[in-house]
Antibody, heavy 121, light 107 residues
Framework: QVQLQESGPGLVKPSETLSLICSVSDGSMTSYSWSWIRQAAGKRPEWIGRVLSSGTTEYNPSLKSRVTISIDTSKRQFSLSVTSVTAADTAVYFC???????????????WGRGILVTVSS | EIVLTQSPDFHSVTPTEKVTITCRASQNIGDHLNWYQHKPDQSPKLLIRYASESLSGVPSRFSASGSGTEFSLTINSLEAEDGATYYCHQTSTLPGTFGQGTKVEIK
């Protein structure tokens, strides 16, 4: 059973870059694409973007200008970078395996437990 | 962007009760809807994909139905372990979007 674990700083200063890593245990990283999702307090979850094992990426248009997702299959990790953060980027950040069918229908399974990132000076 | 609206926002129920959560989409999404369960301090868990297909290992008391713009998740004979927040999630168009969540509290 694939398990995911997020890691990174829990506190980031405004205007700086948020950087997180998701470590993937077991299983093949080529079987999925890999997504980041975030959820601010009291808000609905928001898909940030995904990366395929090939390195191809796809981002939510609302965040595309500030987000980079990359993958290192040799380390069994994928990462998230969000530049120029503000308080609005304060959220729990989840990583998740993402399965797409031939029609583009997809779902997130499994998920990590999430990591709280607070943007504050 | 497709908006999903769940109702109710909060449900306080006793064990053995039946719970139904609805999810309405702002436009037709076919059967491109998933349901997740999220318990505090745990990873969210996929329960249902394609609107009504239960994942392996999901208890049979969980069922779901719907298509187009109206969907529902039903928990028959609620158990104490079912206390969680439940989210619907559409993938008909990118970016996929989530409902606001329904918190199910066990009395």
């Amino acid at each position: 059973q694939v398990q995911l674990q997020e890691s990174g700083p829990g506190l980031v200063k405004p205007s700086e870059t948020l950087s997180l890593i998701c470590s993937v245990s077991d299983g093949s990283m080529t079987s999925y694409s890999w997504s980041w999702i975030r959820q601010a307090a009291g808000k609905r979850p928001e898909w940030i973007g995904r990366v395929l094992s090939s390195g191809t990426t796809e981002y939510n248009p609302s965040l595309k200008s500030r987000v980079t997702i990359s993958i290192d299959t040799s380390k069994r990790q994928f990462s998230l970078s969000v530049t120029s953060v503000t308080a609005a980027d304060t959220a729990v950040y989840f990583c998740a395996g993402t399965f797409f069918d031939a029609e583009g229908v997809h779902w997130f399974d499994p998920w990590g437990r999430g990591i709280l990132v607070t943007v504050s000076s | 962007e497709i908006v999903l609206t769940q109702s109710p926002d909060f449900h306080s129920v006793t064990p053995t009760e039946k719970v139904t959560i609805t999810c309405r989409a702002s436009q037709n999404i076919g059967d491109h809807l998933n349901w997740y369960q999220h318990k505090p301090d745990q990873s969210p868990k996929l329960l249902i994909r394609y609107a009504s297909e239960s994942l392996s290992g999901v208890p049979s008391r969980f069922s779901a139905s719907g298509s187009g713009t109206e969907f529902s998740l039903t928990i028959n004979s609620l158990e104490a372990e079912d206390g969680a927040t439940y989210y619907c999630h559409q993938t008909s168009t990118l970016p996929g979007t989530f409902g606001q969540g329904t918190k199910v509290e066990i009395k």
